[in-house]
């Protein structure tokens, strides 16, 4: 069992930066590959960014190429995101994730474990 529990979220000017982080415990976190999805109210959960178990490997939605960054602290089982140049269309909730496999995935369905999610708002 792994749990995820996300930070970093709040309220920031449209051109702002937030960086979120996720704190994983129990199954070991270096062996999973970890992803950030968001939902925006009356909408599905979307993709957002990936990253393999090393961090060599990410992947990126296109709306968000340029100014989010993933990265990942094997010791301190904790991933990242950094959001750079951010408008009101980010507003959403973000989750944080982790798959069974230590490829990166930018399907969904491929993470077992999520966490509750974070608030970001961007006010124009």
């Known amino acids: 069992q792994v749990q995820l529990v996300e930070s970093g979220g709040g309220l920031v000017q449209a051109g702002g930066s937030l960086r979120l982080a996720c704190a994983a415990s129990?199954?070991?976190?270096?062996?999973?590959?970890m992803g950030w999805f968001l939902q925006a109210p009356g909408t599905e959960r979307k993709f957002v960014a990936a990253t393999s178990w090393s961090g060599r490997d990410t992947y990126y939605a296109d709306s968000v190429k340029g100014r989010f960054t993933i990265s990942r602290d094997n010791a301190k089982n904790t991933v990242y995101l950094q959001m750079n140049s951010l408008n009101p269309e980010d507003t959403a909730v973000y989750y944080c994730?982790?798959?069974?496999?230590?490829?990166?995935?930018?399907?969904?369905?491929?993470?077992?474990?999520w966490g509750q999610g974070t608030q970001v708002t961007v006010s124009s």
């Open positions: 994730a982790a798959t069974q496999s230590t490829i990166a995935t930018i399907y969904g369905n491929f993470y077992k474990y």
């Open positions: 129990g199954r070991t976190f270096s062996r999973q590959a």
